[in-house]
């Protein structure tokens, strides 16, 4: 069984800063894709970004230039660097991660909210 664990969530004025973490511990072997994905009521969940193997990453094009994904393989920690935040950015982040060649799980998710 795998388990990720999310922290960096919370409240921030629009143009600040947050740092998401997500670490996986339990029957990992190889970890394939990382990614963080956001959802706002009413909506369905969305990619924000992922990381390949290799640090080949692609985002969304809303956060493209103001967001950084980046991974730890020693840790199996994924991280998403956000700055530049806006009122829009506010959702419930979910970190996913593709283990063991074929299976996944996501991560409880943290609030982000972005607000004066």
């Known amino acids: 069984q795998v388990q990720l664990v999310e922290s960096g969530g919370g409240l921030v004025q629009p143009g600040g800063s947050l740092r998401l973490s997500c670490a996986a511990s339990?029957?990992?072997?190889?970890?394939?894709?990382m990614g963080w994905y956001r959802q706002v009521p009413g909506k369905q969940r969305e990619l924000v970004a992922r990381?390949?193997?290799?640090?080949?990453?692609n985002y969304a094009d809303s956060v493209k230039g103001r967001f950084t994904i980046s991974r730890d393989n020693g840790k199996n920690t994924v991280y998403l660097q956000m700055n530049s935040l806006k009122p829009e950015d506010t959702a419930v982040y979910y970190c996913?991660?593709?283990?063991?060649?074929?299976?996944?799980?996501w991560g409880q998710g943290t609030q982000v909210t972005v607000s004066s």
């Open positions: 990381i390949m193997p290799g640090n080949v990453a």
């Open positions: 339990g029957s990992i072997f190889s970890i394939n894709a």
């Open positions: 996913l991660v593709d283990y063991n060649r074929g299976d996944y799980a």
